[in-house]
T-cell receptor
Framework: GQNIDQPTEMTATEGAIVQINCTYQ??????LFWYQQHAGEAPTFLSY????GLEEKGRFSSFLSRSKGYSYLLLKELQMKDSASYLC?????????????FGPGTRLSVLP | EAGVTQSPTHLIKTRGQQATLRCSPI?????VYWYQQALGLGLQFLLW???????NRGNFPPRFSGRQFPNYSSELNVNALELEDSALYLC??????????????????FGAGSRLTVL
C-alpha cells in the first residue's frame, strides 16, 4: 500500500520562501510528483523527481530522498497567485499495477 | 495540441439516478485515470485504464464503473447516485510508452473536471 503525508495548511508572506514537506511510505516507487491546484480548478504539474536530489524550475524547486521517503517543494519569491493547494503524488513501480497516489494536499495562503 | 477534455462541465442529478462522465485524453496518451475530489478533500483514486483495459481500481463500490474505448477516450459511470457522490471528478492521461519521445508524457495531465451535484 501507499501512505502519503503533508501538512494541512501553511501561511507565508509575499516575497518570502516556503518549504512544503511530503513524507511517503510505499510498497514501490517510480517517481514523486508535485502539483498545484487552485480552488475549483484542476491540478497542474509543477515538478517531478525520480532520483535523489534537487530539481530546480524557476521559482520552484523539489527535493527527494528515497531512503528517507521524503520530499519537499520549495517556493521562492512568493506571489499572491501562489495561494493554492500543493499536492504530492507518488507513482508505483513497473508498467502495470501502478497508480499515481496523491497526498491530502497542503493549502498555502500567501499574505501581503 | 489539445489537452485532456472532459464533459459535461457540470451535471445535476437526483439520488438513485445514473451519471455518465466522459474524458478524451491527450493525443497519443493511452492511459486514463479517474479521480474523485469531494469539496475540501484530496484526490481519491477511482480507476485506471490503459490500452482499453482496466488496470487498477480504488476503494470504491462497484456502482462506480467505466470503460476505455479503442480511441483511448473513457467514460465513468456512477449508478444509484448517493448524496455523497457529489464531487469534482477529474480525468487525467499519460503515456509511459511515449515517455522517451514525448517530454512529459509520463506525467499526469488533468482535464478541467466534471462537477457532479446529487440532490
Amino acid at each position: 500500500g501507499q501512505n502519503i503525508d503533508q501538512p494541512t495548511e501553511m501561511t507565508a508572506t509575499e516575497g518570502a520562501i516556503v518549504q512544503i514537506n511530503c513524507t511517503y511510505q510505499t510498497s514501490g516507487f517510480n517517481g514523486l510528483f508535485w502539483y498545484q491546484q487552485h480552488a475549483g480548478e484542476a491540478p497542474t504539474f509543477l515538478s517531478y523527481n525520480v532520483l535523489d536530489g534537487l530539481e530546480e524550475k524557476g521559482r520552484f524547486s523539489s527535493f527527494l530522498s528515497r531512503s528517507k521517503g521524503y520530499s519537499y517543494l520549495l517556493l521562492k519569491e512568493l506571489q499572491m497567485k501562489d495561494s493554492a493547494s500543493y499536492l504530492c503524488a507518488v507513482r508505483g513501480p513497473g508498467n502495470y499495477g501502478q497508480n499515481f497516489v496523491f497526498g491530502p494536499g497542503t493549502r498555502l495562503s500567501v499574505l501581503p | 495540441e489539445a489537452g485532456v477534455t472532459q464533459s459535461p462541465t457540470h451535471l445535476i442529478k437526483t439520488r438513485g439516478q445514473q451519471a455518465t462522465l466522459r474524458c478524451s485524453p491527450i493525443s497519443g496518451h493511452t492511459s486514463v485515470y479517474w479521480y474523485q475530489q469531494a469539496l475540501g478533500l484530496g484526490l481519491q483514486f477511482l480507476l485506471w485504464y490503459d490500452e482499453g483495459e482496466e488496470r487498477n481500481r480504488g476503494n470504491f463500490p462497484p456502482r462506480f464503473s467505466g470503460r476505455q474505448f479503442p480511441n483511448y477516450s473513457s467514460e465513468l459511470n456512477v449508478n444509484a447516485l448517493e448524496l455523497e457522490d457529489s464531487a469534482l471528478y477529474l480525468c487525467a492521461s499519460s503515456s509511459d510508452r511515449l515517455a522517451g519521445v514525448l517530454p512529459g508524457a509520463n506525467v499526469l495531465t488533468f482535464g478541467a473536471g466534471s462537477r457532479l451535484t446529487v440532490l
